[in-house]
């Protein structure tokens, strides 16, 4: 293999910071468009409650339509939320298979630089495209994660506007 030159090595960055940055902006925006939806599917819950008289469990249907309201109509809230959960500690892990090993730099963890003198050190050390490389597969995993969740949410809501639909349709026929 032959080696690689600076200005090879410049570009390289280059990339991995713009994929960085593109991965960033796609977890902030699944974060936005769970809230949006979120507060939309609320407020569409409203309109459905207001058009069939009640939701389930509002009347004198038993504890099993409790049960199926909160099991499938707020089903969608919640998991709209937990597309907010997911942050860096519990993203899925990526494996440090560097020669040197990560300095983590790019993420400051107080625990782990104490002082300015550490984190100088450290900064000194990295290599930055293995520092580059790093975050850009951690954030992608997590921003991998948070459509999951958020394509879940979207069943689940339509799942739950499906049940609803169901049971005023029960109520017509």
Known sequence: MSPVSPSDVSTQRQYLQVSLEEAQATVRAYDTKAQIVGIGYTFALNIVANVIGGLPGSGGEGPIFVLLFWAVVMAPLFLFGYVLYPSRRSAPKVNDDTEAGLERTLYVQTS?????????SAVARA??????????????????????????????????????????FSGVV
């Open 112 to 120: 782990r630089y104490k002082t300015v003198t550490d984190l100088q």
């Open 127 to 168: 290599d930055w495209q293995a520092e580059l490389a790093y975050e850009v597969l951690k954030v992608s995993k997590l921003r991998e994660q948070k459509r999951l969740r958020f394509i879940t949410a979207l069943y689940a809501t339509m799942l739950s506007f499906g049940a609803l639909a169901l049971k005023q």
